[in-house]
């Protein structure tokens, strides 16, 4: 597996960042889950403004009714307050929520109807009672008149009319926030079971992931131990090769079986080294037992030499005895010699017994040469 070919440091690089991955994959779904929500609350909120804008448009259009009804009865101009209040007031309301609306052609369609049956209403039903109740003032008109056309419910038909509109506008407008209401809560519930899916996802991702590295660590590590205890309670065989591993414990692997094989060679090598000492010291012991023999063979041989020695030694004494009165001889016979012819028998009878003495000095020292030669 191409995971344990990784160093421990890739391992967990590479786990942290697939489960940071996960994470941000999972924080990426959720956000735009999020995003989609937030829009569509948005919308909700601005659903709400179009309808705050209705109802107040509604609200400026009672006002006006209020105004024309007071100064219908009154005649006072400052009764007209309302009435002018709630034209203004219309007008700004209805372009705000035609300014909402702008993206919604229907709307649009229903506020244009809502503005020009407004106008018409106060076209022939408000300002015609505004102007009675005027000439009414100046004389010019009757209070009949004036009760007579506002007994006739122009006004009042226009007006409901207009409340009509305004409820049908507000209507389409809550449709839409039911829709995007519902759109919210599916929004919701899609990103709640992103998250409760996505983050059950991703921890089951990451204890797998845990579970495969720890794996890809502690088998490798276990061999190795196996393999290390084996040789530390000299159990061990030291054939036993650790197989290929990746990264760290590939190198320790090769490293351990390097030691073994080392280690065995050596043992081999001390046991052939063992065996050719013990061949050695068996030659060695007979050679011992072989030399003692000769020892002893030489001892005797010695014993034998200095009584020969002894012997020789004596005759090399008695032979020197015999050279010492041979050399007595030479003298006297020189002391006869020098005598002269005293008597010349005698110095022939002399003569004669030193022939005789000097042949067996002769053979002395032939003797003592002899002896000489088997001394050296």
Not at 25 to 54: C, Q
Not at 297 to 303: D, V
């Amino acid at each position: 597996m191409w995971i344990t070919d990784l160093s421990i440091s890739k391992k967990l690089y590479c786990g942290i960042a697939v489960i940071v991955s996960c994470f941000i994959v999972l924080l990426a779904a959720a956000g735009v889950n999020l995003a989609k929500l937030s829009e569509a609350n948005s919308w909700n909120v601005h659903t709400y403004e179009v309808l705050a804008e209705a109802d107040a448009t509604l609200e400026a259009l009672v006002n006006v009714e209020t105004g024309e009804r007071g100064f219908a009865l009154t005649g006072a101009q400052a009764s007209l307050e309302p009435y002018d209040a709630g034209l203004a007031a219309f007008a700004a309301h209805w372009e705000k929520a035609k300014s909402l609306t702008s993206d919604n052609a229907s709307q649009q369609a229903r506020l244009q109807a809502i503005r020009r049956n407004k106008e018409q209403w106060v076209r022939d039903a408000l300002e015609p009672v505004l102007n009675m109740r005027r000439g009414v003032v100046a004389g010019s008109e009757t209070m009949d008149k004036l009760i007579a056309f506002v007994q006739a419910a122009k006004g009042k038909k226009a007006m409901d009319a207009l409340r009509a509109e305004v409820d049908e506008f507000k209507r389409a407008e809550q449709s839409l926030l039911g829709q995007r209401s519902a759109e919210s809560a599916t929004l919701g519930r899609t990103m709640r079971g992103t998250l409760l899916v996505g983050g059950a996802a991703v921890t089951l991702a990451a204890l797998a992931l845990a579970v495969l590295m720890v794996r890809s660590i502690l088998i490798p590590m276990r061999q190795v131990l196996r393999a290390t205890e084996d040789l530390r309670a000299g159990e061990g065989d030291l054939t036993y090769r650790l197989p290929k591993l990746g990264a760290e414990f590939g190198e320790l692997a090769d490293s351990l079986n390097g030691f073994m094989q080392k280690l065995h060679d050596i043992i081999g090598d001390v046991r052939t080294s063992t065996d050719e000492i013990a061949c050695a010291s068996q030659q060695i012991s007979a050679g011992n037992s072989d030399l003692s023999s000769r020892t002893e063979l030489q001892a005797s041989s010695l014993q034998e030499t200095a009584s020969s020695m002894e012997e020789l030694t004596g005759t090399v004494r008695r032979n020197a005895e015999n050279a010492q009165r041979a050399n007595q001889l030479a003298r006297s016979a020189s002391d006869v010699a020098k005598q002269g012819g005293v008597v010349v028998s005698q110095v022939v009878q002399t003569m004669g017994a030193i022939n005789d003495s000097a042949g067996k000095i002769s053979d002395i020292i032939g003797v003592i040469d002899g002896i000489a030669f088997q001394t050296n």
